[in-house]
């Protein structure tokens, strides 16, 4: 007896386009040889707290902010993936991350055996040939210590076991702390590639500003826990943070957010007061939104809203639109975004 009409296209026996899918799986996500620069993001299931204050049970989950950062500076040591900006809230955390694959090709198979033994226990024999126990390992044994070393390579220059080894940890201390058992991550995390400056630069700004637009501060100087305080700090004489993505303008270093550090910071200020204005612009643009080529509306839609009017990918119109043909894509979300807003810087510098 058939309960169900199968009359879609995929029932039919007609392959659907990779777009027209639920679910994409992270292969076709996460492609270094599009983009290096990701953003990322990971929720609690149900009522679960990640940090902050449970109104339901009166309890402070705040020193849960600091497990986060220290493992994510612990795997950034690690993994060749660098932290470019962060901010933990109270049941997510938001990331903005580069992928570094030629810097862990250029690690010696003791290196790569060495950095995954600091993650995990690893296989006797592994651990027999960094101690150097004797009898030495035979050509055989060699063989497969070689072959455990690519493994681990790939795994290491990995974002999905990045974040895996991320929330595994966070998991395990939480569910330890509240004496439960069971799921506290929701199953995938969310990840947008960024496909030039401009995405980039909207997206760490995004992060960085979460707390200033859930209420939880009012200043860069306020948002703690976030990738900007940490960089404030450090401009104020503390401590560096260990792992955080440095800033080169020049553009030449291979591991660095290519733009000027003061400019982010004057770029960020400038985002979160018109956040806590909420009203329409009334100073003069920052100069960096110029040299990003983006009009006030494109910034403010893409530092602002970023989650509902970017899907995917996060870019300039034309960089979303090769990043859809790239991929075999008909459409990507956020592509009509920036042509609008195009026109309506022009037609606002025509009316002037």
């Known amino acids: 007896m058939m309960l169900f009409r199968l009359a879609s296209a995929a029932y039919a026996g007609v392959p659907l386009p990779l777009s027209a899918a639920m679910t994409r799986p992270r292969s076709c996500l996460v492609h270094p040889a599009d983009t290096r620069w990701y953003h990322c ?94 009898p030495a390992p035979g050509p055989a044994e060699l063989e497969q210590i070689s072959r455990l070393a690519a493994t681990f390579r790939k795994r290491l220059q990995d974002l999905s076991w990045f974040l895996r080894l991320l929330n595994e940890s966070i998991s395990r201390r939480a569910n330890a ?64 943070e260990p792992g955080l993505m440095p800033f080169d303008a020049t553009g030449r270093a291979p591991s660095a957010i290519p733009f000027d550090l003061g400019e982010y910071i004057r770029l960020a200020d400038w985002r979160a007061r018109q956040q806590q204005r909420d009203q329409s612009i009334t100073e003069t643009r920052p100069p960096a939104l110029h040299r990003l080529g983006l009009s006030e509306e494109a910034f403010l839609a893409m530092s602002g809203q970023l989650m509902k009017t970017f899907g995917n990918a996060i870019g300039s119109p034309a960089a979303i639109a090769e990043h859809c043909a790239r991929r075999e894509l ?16 022009q037609a606002g510098r025509e009316s002037r």
Request: proline share 3%; charged share 25%; glycine share 8%.
């Open 177 to 240: 702390e509240d004496q439960c058992s069971g799921r506290f991550w929701e199953g995938r995390f969310k990840s947008q590639a960024l496909l030039d400056l401009p995405g980039l630069i909207s997206a760490m700004i995004y992060v960085d500003l979460n707390p200033v637009r859930a209420g939880m501060a009012t200043t860069l100087e306020a948002s703690s826990h976030t990738s900007i305080h940490a960089r404030l700090r450090e401009l104020g004489g503390a401590v560096q």
């Open 41 to 134: 993001v990971s929720r609690c299931v149900r009522r679960a707290y990640l940090c902050g204050i449970d109104h339901a049970s009166g309890r402070n989950f705040d020193h849960r902010r600091t497990w986060v950062t220290e493992r994510l500076y612990e795997l950034g040591s690690l993994f060749a993936i660098d932290v470019a900006a962060y901010a933990v809230m109270s049941n997510h955390y938001h990331l903005v991350v580069h992928l570094a694959p030629e810097r862990a090709a250029t690690w010696s198979e003791r290196e790569v055996l060495q950095r995954w033994t600091r993650l995990f226990a690893g296989p006797p024999l592994v651990r027999r040939y960094l101690d150097g126990e004797e």
């Open 330 to 345: 008909r459409y990507s979300r956020g592509l009509g975004m920036g042509q609008r807003a195009t026109k309506a810087d």
